[in-house]
T-cell receptor, first 118, second 113 residues
Framework: DAGVTQSPTHLIKTRGQQVTLRCSPK?????VSWYQQALGQGPQFIFQ???????QRGNFPDRFSGHQFPNYSSELNVNALLLGDSALYLC?????????????????FGAGSRLTVL | AQSVSQHNHHVILSEAASLELGCNYS??????LFWYVQYPGQHLQLLLK??????LVKGIKGFEAEFIKSKFSFNLRKPSVQWSDTAEYFC???????????FGAGTRLAVHP
């Protein structure tokens, strides 16, 4: 059990559509990060949310947006889907304000949502 | 640009063989280093981490890694692999005050009985 729950596990969309992915962090964690893992590559950082605000952002276009709710859960939204958006989207949570060094700030990853864009 | 290079994309070993997976990072400042493992059909799990102190760190399942600052390296080792070590291994680092991880492309390890 990862402790981080993501939904849906798999989904198929067509180009131009919009998608929303959801994440519930591990109990006790308050920071949520999203990563994109394309086939054969390592995860790439999309953005991080803390206190319902985007705190850091990776090199992703504005089509990628997110939200964090008061219960620390989070959503990732992708608009105007492209074929290249096909990937495994990983949610990771951490505690203690996501700040390190601290032994409490190791990321815990969910199993991911596999998005296929046709 | 900050990046991680994992030298071996695929490694095939027989059980009881020794393992060393290379990892080099590109960043000039203080880093925190991680190895994550992804077993088939499972989520990413932390194998071990280095924040400070002894550069030789031990993780779960008999894995260890050594941080060599002068070489910007954090290689993963295990003296004797098992079939159950078959997985994909990712090296990653973070810097600064927030745990934004930069990952390598991963190394797929296959261990044959």
């Amino acid at each position: 059990d990862a402790g981080v729950t993501q939904s849906p596990t798999h989904l198929i969309k067509t180009r131009g559509q919009q998608v929303t992915l959801r994440c519930s962090p591990k109990s006790g964690h308050d920071t949520v990060s999203w990563y994109q893992q394309a086939l054969g590559q390592g995860p790439q950082f999309i953005f991080q949310y803390y206190e319902e605000e985007e705190r850091q952002r990776g090199n992703f276009p504005d089509r990628f947006s997110g939200h964090q709710f008061p219960n620390y859960s989070s959503e990732l939204n992708v608009n105007a889907l492209l074929l290249g958006d096909s990937a495994l989207y990983l949610c990771a949570s951490s505690g203690d304000r996501g700040r390190i060094p601290s032994g409490a700030n190791v990321l815990t990853f969910g199993a991911g949502s596999r998005l296929t864009v046709l | 640009a900050q990046s991680v290079s994992q030298h071996n994309h695929h490694v095939i070993l027989s059980e009881a063989a020794s393992l060393e997976l290379g990892c080099n990072y590109s960043y000039g400042g203080t880093v925190n280093l991680f190895w994550y493992v992804q077993y088939p059909g499972q989520h990413l799990q932390l194998l071990l981490k280095y924040f400070s102190g002894d550069p030789l760190v031990k993780g779960i399942k008999g894995f260890e890694a050594e941080f060599i600052k002068s070489k910007f390296s954090f290689n993963l080792r295990k003296p004797s692999v098992q079939w159950s070590d078959t997985a994909e291994y990712f090296c990653a680092f973070s810097s600064g005050g927030y745990n934004k991880l930069i990952f390598g492309a991963g190394t797929r390890l296959a261990v044959h009985p």
